[in-house]
């Protein structure tokens, strides 16, 4: 069985292990994007000064508005209890695009948008550099399923190997010279990663295959057409934030944003303002140019929804209704408000898209109902637990430190079992020169 294992093992890690050492290599470089992002672009993601009151989000809300194309609307907010953290106003195209703005002044600070490094490195991790629905997708795709058969048999070779005993086979030599200690990296850095990388690679595969997704979500009790609503439900797209141009004067400008939008996996979006971005794709009214406070001649706001009695609506009780949940959850991790509804994510929770849901009345700012993360369904609960699990963040710091670690040895892999068997080819080759002789 040892020699099936091996040669399975193998014979699928040479076509296809710089592939998986490109996956492993770019999924590594991720996992502390949004970290180094603000680093690098601190002044879009914080404020300059830190007054000692922001605006009210409806006042913001219709200063923002006031800068956007007729075509573009607000969708939600996002509120962080970092007063020098700026606020993500979501917006309504591109699809599930977002602004930063400084909650004192009313500035619009700028687009979310990727570093050229990490932009390529997403390309990379999910599409290698390809179409998002081509070969790069089916290549990423089926090079993560023939991960998971590789480390399986790398596994059983372990297990099934009588002559090393198991100290030595978990034991790494720096004293034994480069070609033991390429050996030992490749033997027991595999056992010791392999878990986490099959949980990568297992949770990875829910984006790159539907057949696999139906599965996988049907193994949890969650029928697969559930699963399809709720993921049209949250914008149809992979879990992820996305990269969205603000436009700020012509159309002509707003269609070449459209054009250059793409994907961002390592971001965690709101729940709530995703859960609305589908909702208002085709229903979008012009604004009159004359009003500030955002209502058109139709009684419609800037935002896009209809106002009704109160002529400041849709944001009137924004402002209400986030007080509100601050006062009952004091140290959350964020707010994120929509029409009609909200996302509280409480102190303590690792996921940003663990947020507990409640809903609230438009015209009075009244919360009329509430869904604690617990009871909301399962679609929401497993693809929330998928994302968790495959960026590493459901145990904290230290679970995205193991997460980088693990991807990066994963990485080295197949770098070091092509020198084993290039190593072992060129010594049969001499042994059989030699007995020539």
């Given at each position: 069985?040892?020699?099936?294992?091996?040669?399975?093992?193998?014979?699928?890690?040479?076509?296809?292990?710089?592939?998986?050492?490109?996956?492993?290599?770019?999924?590594?470089?991720?996992?502390?994007?949004?970290?180094?992002?603000?680093?690098?672009?601190?002044?879009?993601?914080?404020?300059?000064?830190?007054?000692e009151k922001p605006l009210s989000l409806d006042e913001l809300m219709r200063t923002v508005a006031a800068t956007l194309p007729d075509s573009v609307t607000i969708t939600g907010v996002t509120v962080s209890p970092d007063t020098e953290?700026?606020?993500?106003?979501?917006?309504?195209?591109?699809?599930?695009?977002?602004?930063?703005?400084?909650?004192?002044?009313?500035?619009?600070?700028?687009?979310?948008?990727?570093?050229?490094?990490?932009?390529?490195?997403?390309?990379?991790?999910?599409?290698?550099?390809?179409?998002?629905?081509?070969?790069?997708?089916?290549?990423?795709?089926?090079?993560?399923?023939?991960?998971?058969?590789?480390?399986?048999?790398?596994?059983?070779?372990?297990?099934?190997?009588?002559?090393?005993?198991?100290?030595?086979?978990?034991?790494?030599?720096?004293?034994?010279?480069?070609?033991?200690?390429?050996?030992?990296?490749?033997?027991?850095?595999?056992?010791?990663?392999?878990?986490?990388?099959?949980?990568?690679?297992?949770?990875?595969?829910?984006?790159?295959?539907?057949?696999?997704?139906?599965?996988?979500?049907?193994?949890?009790?969650?029928?697969?057409?559930?699963?399809?609503?709720?993921?049209?439900?949250?914008?149809?797209?992979?879990?992820?934030?996305?990269?969205?141009?603000?436009?700020?004067?012509?159309?002509?400008?707003?269609?070449?944003?459209?054009?250059?939008?793409?994907?961002?996996?390592?971001?965690?979006?709101?729940?709530?303002?995703?859960?609305?971005?589908?909702?208002?794709?085709?229903?979008?009214?012009?604004?009159?140019?004359?009003?500030?406070?955002?209502?058109?001649?139709?009684?419609?706001?800037?935002?896009?929804?209809?106002?009704?009695?109160?002529?400041?609506?849709?944001?009137?009780?924004?402002?209400?209704?986030?007080?509100?949940?601050?006062?009952?959850?004091?140290?959350?991790?964020?707010?994120?408000?929509?029409?009609?509804?909200?996302?509280?994510?409480?102190?303590?929770?690792?996921?940003?898209?663990?947020?507990?849901?409640?809903?609230?009345?438009?015209?009075?700012?009244?919360?009329?109902?509430?869904?604690?993360?617990?009871?909301?369904?399962?679609?929401?609960?497993?693809?929330?637990?998928?994302?968790?699990?495959?960026?590493?963040?459901?145990?904290?710091?230290?679970?995205?430190?193991?997460?980088?670690?693990?991807?990066?040895?994963?990485?080295?892999?197949?770098?070091?079992?092509?020198?084993?068997?290039?190593?072992?080819?060129?010594?049969?080759?001499?042994?059989?020169?030699?007995?020539?002789?």
């Amino acid at each position: 069985m040892k020699k099936l294992f091996r040669k399975i093992h193998l014979w699928l890690s040479v076509p296809f292990g710089l592939f998986i050492t490109l996956i492993c290599f770019s999924g590594a470089m991720m996992v502390f994007e949004k970290e180094i992002n603000e680093i690098c672009r601190h002044d879009l993601y914080f404020v300059k000064e830190v007054k000692e009151k922001p605006l009210s989000l409806d006042e913001l809300m219709r200063t923002v508005a006031a800068t956007l194309p007729d075509s573009v609307t607000i969708t939600g907010v996002t509120v962080s209890p970092d007063t020098e953290r700026a606020y993500q106003v979501s917006l309504s195209k591109p699809r599930r695009a977002s602004i930063y703005v400084d909650q004192y002044t009313g500035e619009v600070k700028g687009r979310s948008e990727r570093l050229p490094f990490y932009d390529t490195m997403f390309h990379l991790h999910r599409w290698m550099m390809g179409s998002s629905q081509g070969f790069g997708k089916w290549l990423v795709g089926t090079c993560t399923l023939l991960l998971v058969i590789i480390l399986i048999t790398g596994i059983l070779m372990w297990l099934t190997n009588k002559h090393k005993p198991l100290a030595k086979s978990l034991t790494i030599s720096f004293t034994k010279g480069w070609p033991r200690f390429w050996h030992d990296l490749h033997v027991a850095g595999g056992i010791y990663a392999t878990v986490f990388l099959l949980l990568m690679a297992l949770t990875g595969l829910t984006w790159s295959f539907s057949w696999y997704r139906t599965g996988f979500y049907s193994l949890f009790g969650v029928e697969a057409s559930a699963e399809q609503r709720e993921r049209g439900r949250a914008g149809g797209g992979q879990t992820g934030h996305v990269n969205a141009s603000v436009v700020r004067s012509t159309a002509a400008e707003q269609k070449t944003s459209d054009a250059h939008v793409h994907e961002q996996g390592r971001s965690e979006r709101p729940q709530a303002a995703e859960r609305q971005e589908g909702e208002r794709g085709g229903n979008r009214h012009r604004h009159d140019g004359a009003s500030r406070n955002g209502v058109s001649r139709d009684n419609t706001s800037r935002s896009g929804f209809h106002t009704g009695h109160s002529p400041r609506a849709p944001f009137a009780h924004w402002q209400e209704v986030y007080e509100n949940l601050a006062m009952t959850h004091p140290g959350y991790r964020q707010i994120t408000l929509s029409e009609g509804s909200a996302s509280v994510v409480p102190a303590g929770r690792n996921s940003l898209r663990a947020g507990d849901r409640f809903d609230f009345d438009v015209r009075s700012g009244k919360i009329t109902g509430s869904k604690p993360y617990a009871e909301q369904d399962k679609a929401t609960k497993l693809r929330s637990a998928i994302y968790t699990v495959h960026v590493g963040s459901w145990g904290g710091i230290f679970t995205r430190i193991l997460n980088f670690l693990v991807a990066l040895l994963g990485a080295t892999l197949p770098l070091t079992g092509y020198y084993l068997w290039i190593r072992r080819l060129v010594n049969k080759s001499a042994h059989t020169s030699h007995l020539r002789k």
